[in-house]
C-alpha cells in the first residue's frame, strides 16, 4: 500500500465567508502552477477539500513544493481505499507497518461523512484497531499522545487513510489580496518585507533603482538573486530594474545636500509608483522599520509619503532589527543580502543626512526644476525581467511510502 494522493487543508481561508471560492481558487492555482513539471499529478479540488493526484508522480518532491505554499495549513498523504472493511484492515495495516518503529504507540481516528456506512466511528476504530493489535506485536494505544495517528475518513465514493500530518506555509494564497510593488534594496529588509506580504496573500511585483556606473553589475546580480529566492515562494516574480543614474545626479546637483537623501527617496517613491500604476498595482510594500536609519524617522516618512497617497505597506515597522535577520535566515536572503556590494542609496549618501526634514522645506527645494520628465524617462528604461522558481527546483530522494 502507497499513498496516493495528497489531501490539503486549509485553515484560514475557509473561514472568509463569501471570499472563499476566490482564495480557494487563488490556492489551487498556487498549487497547479507549484507542480506544473509532475505532469501526471493533478490536483481535484472539491468544495471543502484539495487532493493532489500523485499519478506515479514523486511524491517526495511534491511535498516539497507544497510546503512552501501560502494558504495551505497542513496537508497529509494519503490513499484511497475500497469501502469494504477487509480492504480498508488490510491497507491500514500496509500502511501502518511502513510508518511503525519499534515501540511506538498509536491511536485510529476515524471520521464518516458517509452517514450510511454500515459501521459507525466507535466501531471502525475499535475494528481497525484490534487488526492491527493483533498484527504488530507489543503495539500499544494511545489516545492522548500516539505517535502515529491514523486517520480514516469514510466518503461517499471510498475510504481515506493517512497517518502523518505535514505543517504548511500557513497564510493566505498569493495574490488574493491584490498586486503591491516591492520596493527591493540589496539590504536585509526590503526581502524580509517581500515574505510578509506574499504570506499574507499580496501578489508582488520587485522594483529595484540602480546607477550604473556607480552601483556594479554585481550589486544588480545580488538582487536578482534576491529576487529569486522570493520566486521561490510563490513560482515567479516580475523585478522591474530602474536606471536612476539621471536623476540622482540631477537630485544632487538641485538639492542642498542635507536633503539630497529626501528628495531621492521621494523621487523612488514617484517612479515606483508610476510603474505601479502601469502595472496596476494597489500599494507599496518597502523594508522600512521606524528609528533605523535617518529616512526612517516619522519625520522623513512624513517628508517622503508626501509624494503620494497610494498605501504604503511597511511590514517591518514595529520590528527589531535582531527578528528581522531572524526572518531573513530562515528564508535563506540573509547571505544573499551582507554580501558586500554598493547600493545606489549608499554610493549617492549624503554625509549628514536631515534626521528630521521637513516637507515644506523638501517641496520648496525641488520646484526649482520639473522632475517629471526625469521620471518618465526612467520609467520608460525599466527593464523587466521575470524570474521563474520552480524550473531549477531538483526532486528530492524518494520515501518509501510514495
Ligand atoms: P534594506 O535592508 O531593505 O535595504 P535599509 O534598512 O537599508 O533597508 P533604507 O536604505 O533606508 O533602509 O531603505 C528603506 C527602504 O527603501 C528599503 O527597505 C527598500 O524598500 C527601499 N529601498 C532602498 N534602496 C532601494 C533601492 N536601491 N531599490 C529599491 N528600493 C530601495
Ligand atoms: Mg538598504
Known amino acids: ?49 484539495m487532493y493532489v493526484l500523485l499519478n506515479g ?71 481497525l484497531g484490534s487488526h492491527l493489535l493483533q498484527n504488530v506485536p507489543n503495539l500499544k494505544v494511545d489516545v492522548k499522545k500516539p505517535d502515529i495517528n491514523l486517520s480514516v475518513e469514510v466518503r461517499k465514493e471510498a475510504v481515506y487513510l493517512s497517518c502523518e500530518t505535514i505543517p504548511g506555509a500557513g497564510g493566505l494564497p498569493v495574490g488574493s489580496s491584490g498586486k503591491a510593488m516591492l520596493m527591493l534594496s540589496g539590504g536585509i529588509d526590503s526581502p524580509v518585507a517581500g515574505y510578509l506580504a506574499m504570506k499574507r496573500g499580496v501578489a508582488v511585483e520587485a522594483v529595484h533603482f540602480y546607477s550604473p556606473p556607480f552601483t556594479s553589475e554585481r550589486s544588480k546580480q545580488k538582487v536578482i538573486d534576491l529576487a529569486e529566492k522570493l520566486a521561490g515562494m ?42 505601479r500604476e502601469k502595472n496596476e498595482g494597489l500599494a507599496i510594500v518597502t523594508g522600512e522599520s521606524l528609528g533605523q536609519v535617518a529616512s526612517q524617522t516619522l519625520e522623513s516618512m512624513y517628508a517622503i509619503n508626501d509624494v503620494t497617497n497610494t498605501p504604503i505597506l511597511r511590514p517591518l515597522i514595529t520590528m527589531d532589527k535582531s527578528d528581522i535577520i531572524e526572518i531573513a535566515q530562515e528564508i535563506d ?70
Open 333 to 402: 536572503t540573509h547571505d544573499i543580502s551582507i554580501r558586500p556590494f554598493e547600493d545606489c542609496c549608499t554610493v549617492f549618501v549624503p554625509a549628514s543626512p536631515k534626521t528630521k526634514p521637513k516637507r515644506d522645506k523638501v517641496r520648496h527645494f525641488e520646484s526649482y526644476v520639473d522632475f517629471e520628465p526625469y521620471i518618465q524617462k526612467a520609467v520608460e528604461g525599466v527593464e523587466t525581467l521575470i524570474i521563474d522558481a520552480y524550473q531549477s527546483k531538483k526532486a528530492n530522494e524518494l520515501t518509501d511510502l510514495f
Open 234 to 275: 510563490v513560482g515567479s516574480i516580475v523585478l522591474h530594474i530602474v536606471p536612476f543614474t539621471e536623476v540622482q545626479q540631477l537630485v544632487h546637483k538641485q538639492v542642498p545636500e542635507n536633503y539630497t537623501m529626501t528628495t531621492t527617496r521621494r523621487m523612488m517613491l514617484r517612479i515606483t509608483d508610476a510603474i
Open 57 to 127: 508522480e514523486n511524491g517526495h518532491a511534491i511535498v516539497e513544493r507544497l510546503k512552501g505554499i501560502f494558504g495551505i495549513q497542513s496537508f497529509s498523504p494519503a490513499v484511497k481505499v475500497a469501502k469494504e472493511i477487509d480492504s480498508v484492515k488490510e491497507a491500514a495495516l500496509s500502511l501502518f507497518q511502513k510508518v511503525y518503529h519499534e515501540g511506538n504507540t498509536f491511536k485510529i481516528t476515524a471520521k464518516r461523512a458517509d452517514k450510511d456506512y454500515h459501521l459507525d466511528t466507535g466501531e471502525i476504530n475499535y475494528t
Open 1 to 49: 500500500m502507497k499513498y496516493d494522493r495528497i489531501l490539503i487543508r486549509y485553515g484560514e481561508i475557509s473561514t472568509k465567508g463569501r471570499n472563499r471560492k476566490l482564495f480557494v481558487d487563488k490556492l489551487r492555482r498556487s498549487i497547479i502552477k507549484a507542480i506544473a513539471d509532475f505532469p501526471q499529478a493533478k490536483v481535484d479540488g472539491q468544495r471543502d477539500r
